[in-house]
């Protein structure tokens, strides 16, 4: 069934990817209500309804839901208990189940190596002799993760050297943790797939995703890499939302290896920071398609109409930038609304786009970046 123009979607979480979410509602026709615990964030801003509670008050929560006709997610941390309560009342997309797989690493690997996907190798870590066991089975360099509620390399240790082990232990919380070994990767790419209502299933071209300081910086798309690899790591993405049975979108990040193999690092059942992209090169962006997969419309073909190079806007230096990224004639710019630019803070985007199939390479990119405005 199909939610008609004027009905409401609930979207937990408020920041940027809510804020992108519901901007692609109002233009499909929908209202969104938003569930957060800060009031006047970046999704709120541009939404008609908002409950301003913590994820675990289970009386805004019951009230929210009572309140909009579909619920879905911008942020996927919602304890257990809350989205037990929410299904029980809404539809929830995606449900529950994925949800659950994508917030516990060692939850995640197992269904992924079950699905027959590759990963990095990995051991479950659950005390400091099971670390000295893992280590001895992956070998150095290794990356020590917590399995619940990390991101932009948050709660992540590398071990270089034995010696590492019992410090990176102590200081990694929540336990259990899980040692991975390290993967000398080529490049990093992900893939943003949607699944319908009605099991359509819709991927994004594969994108290169370059970081610094452990947060995204650029998104190159499509990523500059033979075909068939990109036509395998669409393939994976697929694999993914089929298994899960996914109604919604999500992100599947993977490592190139050297030899050109691919391994996935993570899934994240949402609208993907490396997804941004589409709003400007694709007729149907990742946020559109989000929503029409979780309000029962069709999803139509995931298809660029241009390359693009997206650049994350990140902390009090990125802003200042702002005034000269709005006078660089050919950049796309995007402000998340948020007041303060704390370091390390996700503040906003621009996109370059480039005719489709002419991505220029490193120089090219570099100088489609310059600022000549301000
Ligand atoms: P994650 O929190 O798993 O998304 O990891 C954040 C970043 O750390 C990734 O984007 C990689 O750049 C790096 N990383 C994570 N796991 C590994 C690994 N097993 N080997 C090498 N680099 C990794």
Same mark, same amino acid.
Request: with cysteine.
């Given at each position: 069934?199909?939610?008609?123009p004027?009905?409401?979607?609930?979207?937990?979480?408020?920041?940027?990817l809510?804020?992108?979410?519901a901007?692609?509602a109002?233009?499909?026709?929908?209202?969104?209500?938003?569930?957060?615990?800060?009031?006047?964030?970046?999704?709120?801003?541009?939404a008609?309804?908002?409950?301003?509670? =913590?994820y !675990?008050d289970h009386? *805004?929560?019951? %009230?929210?839901?009572e309140? $909009?006709?579909?619920?879905?997610?911008? #942020?996927?941390?919602?304890?257990?208990?809350?989205?037990e309560?929410?299904?029980?009342?809404k539809?929830?997309?995606?449900?529950?189940?994925i949800?659950?797989?994508s917030q516990?690493?060692?939850?995640?690997?197992?269904?992924?190596?079950?699905?027959?996907?590759?990963t990095?190798?990995?051991?479950?870590?659950h005390?400091?002799?099971g670390?000295a066991?893992?280590?001895?089975?992956?070998?150095l360099?290794a990356?020590?993760?917590?399995?619940r509620?990390g991101?932009?390399?948050?709660g992540?240790?590398?071990?270089?050297?034995?010696d =590492?082990a !019992?410090a990176a232990? *102590?200081?990694? %919380?929540?336990?259990?943790? $899980?040692?991975?070994g390290?993967v000398? #990767?080529?490049?990093?790419?992900?893939v943003?797939?949607?699944?319908?209502?009605?099991g359509t299933?819709?991927?994004?071209?594969?994108v290169?995703n370059?970081?610094k300081?452990?947060?995204?910086d650029?998104?190159?798309a499509?990523?500059?890499?033979?075909l068939d690899?990109l036509?395998?790591?669409?393939a994976?993405a697929?694999?993914?939302?089929?298994?899960?049975?996914l109604?919604g979108?999500?992100?599947?990040e993977?490592?190139v290896?050297a030899?050109?193999?691919?391994l996935?690092?993570e899934?994240a059942p949402?609208?993907h920071?490396?997804?941004?992209?589409?709003?400007?090169?694709?007729?149907?962006s990742?946020?559109e398609?989000?929503i029409?997969?979780?309000a029962?419309?069709p999803?139509?073909?995931?298809?660029r109409?241009?390359d693009?190079?997206m650049?994350?806007?990140v902390?009090?230096e990125?802003?200042?930038?702002?005034?000269?990224?709005?006078?660089?004639?050919?950049?796309i710019?995007?402000h998340?609304?948020?007041?303060?630019?704390r370091p390390?803070?996700?503040?906003?985007?621009f996109?370059?786009?480039?005719?489709?199939?002419?991505?220029p390479g490193e120089?090219?990119?570099?100088?489609?970046?310059r600022?000549?405005?301000?």
């Amino acid at each position: 069934m199909s939610l008609k123009p004027g009905a409401v979607i609930g979207i937990i979480g408020g920041g940027q990817l809510g804020r992108m979410s519901a901007m692609a509602a109002a233009r499909l026709g929908y209202s969104c209500h938003i569930f957060s615990p800060e009031a006047g964030g970046p999704a709120s801003q541009v939404a008609a309804f908002s409950t301003v509670a =913590d994820y !675990t008050d289970h009386a *805004a929560l019951r %009230a929210f839901a009572e309140a $909009v006709d579909v619920i879905t997610f911008e #942020f996927e941390n919602v304890p257990a208990e809350g989205l037990e309560l929410l299904e029980r009342l809404k539809p929830v997309h995606p449900g529950a189940r994925i949800l659950a797989v994508s917030q516990d690493r060692l939850l995640e690997k197992q269904f992924l190596n079950d699905a027959g996907i590759a990963t990095a190798p990995w051991v479950a870590v659950h005390d400091e002799a099971g670390l000295a066991a893992a280590v001895q089975a992956l070998g150095l360099p290794a990356v020590l993760k917590t399995t619940r509620l990390g991101y932009d390399g948050k709660g992540q240790a590398m071990l270089r050297a034995a010696d =590492d082990a !019992t410090a990176a232990f *102590a200081a990694l %919380a929540p336990k259990p943790l $899980v040692l991975e070994g390290f993967v000398d #990767f080529a490049a990093e790419i992900s893939v943003m797939v949607a699944r319908g209502a009605d099991g359509t299933v819709v991927a994004f071209d594969a994108v290169e995703n370059r970081h610094k300081h452990h947060i995204l910086d650029l998104t190159l798309a499509p990523a500059p890499l033979p075909l068939d690899l990109l036509e395998e790591a669409g393939a994976i993405a697929r694999t993914v939302a089929e298994k899960l049975e996914l109604v919604g979108l999500l992100g599947v990040e993977m490592f190139v290896t050297a030899t050109g193999g691919l391994l996935v690092n993570e899934i994240a059942p949402r609208p993907h920071n490396s997804g941004h992209w589409t709003i400007d090169a694709c007729p149907c962006s990742q946020f559109e398609m989000h929503i029409r997969a979780v309000a029962g419309l069709p999803l139509p073909p995931a298809v660029r109409h241009s390359d693009a190079v997206m650049k994350n806007l990140v902390g009090p230096e990125d802003m200042a930038l702002w005034p000269q990224i709005l006078a660089t004639p050919g950049l796309i710019p995007h402000h998340y609304g948020k007041a303060e630019a704390r370091p390390g803070r996700k503040m906003g985007h621009f996109t370059r786009l480039f005719p489709k199939g002419g991505l220029p390479g490193e120089f090219g990119i570099e100088d489609g970046l310059r600022l000549t405005g301000g």
